[in-house]
């Protein structure tokens, strides 16, 4: 069920991927239910795997090598907001897009990462949070 409605969220727009037009009712009605749709179907995979029902997504999905990538996504999902208005709030003026920019953003948001994971207490709450995961 859950492939099926991914297959078709993803095909809908085939026209759209290859460069032709798709008509506007196809458009109209990928834009209506496209997002709800895919919403269901995490909800089925979520459902199937706490019920024991997914077979090998289950044990895809619990293969213990994700355990530290998962953390280390949540850690920077947690951090990622101060990082965006510390930048933005920081600015005086719009910024025009540089590969100098996207550069000395990344390395700021590394630094950052690295100084407020080390020496404040989001280092400890990171730690208890991931560790009771």
């Not at 996207?102 to 730690?127: A, E, G, N, P, Q």
Request: one cysteine or more; charged letters at 5%.
């Amino acid at each position: 069920m859950t492939i099926a409605i991914y297959l078709g969220i993803t095909l809908a727009l085939l026209p759209e991927y290859t460069g032709s037009q798709s008509n506007d009712i196809v458009s109209g009605v990928y834009s209506a239910i496209s997002r709800t749709m895919w919403a269901i179907g995490l909800a089925w995979i979520t459902y199937a795997c706490s019920t024991g029902n997914s077979g090998f997504i289950n044990s895809f999905l619990t293969f213990k090598p994700f355990i530290p990538l998962s953390k280390i996504t949540y850690a920077a999902y947690l951090i990622h907001p101060v990082v965006i208005a510390t930048f933005y709030g920081s600015r005086q003026t719009a910024f025009q897009f540089s590969h100098y920019l996207m550069v000395s953003l990344f390395i700021f948001t590394m630094v950052f990462l690295k100084v407020s994971l080390r020496t404040t207490y989001t280092y400890r709450v990171l730690h208890y949070i991931c560790t009771a995961i």
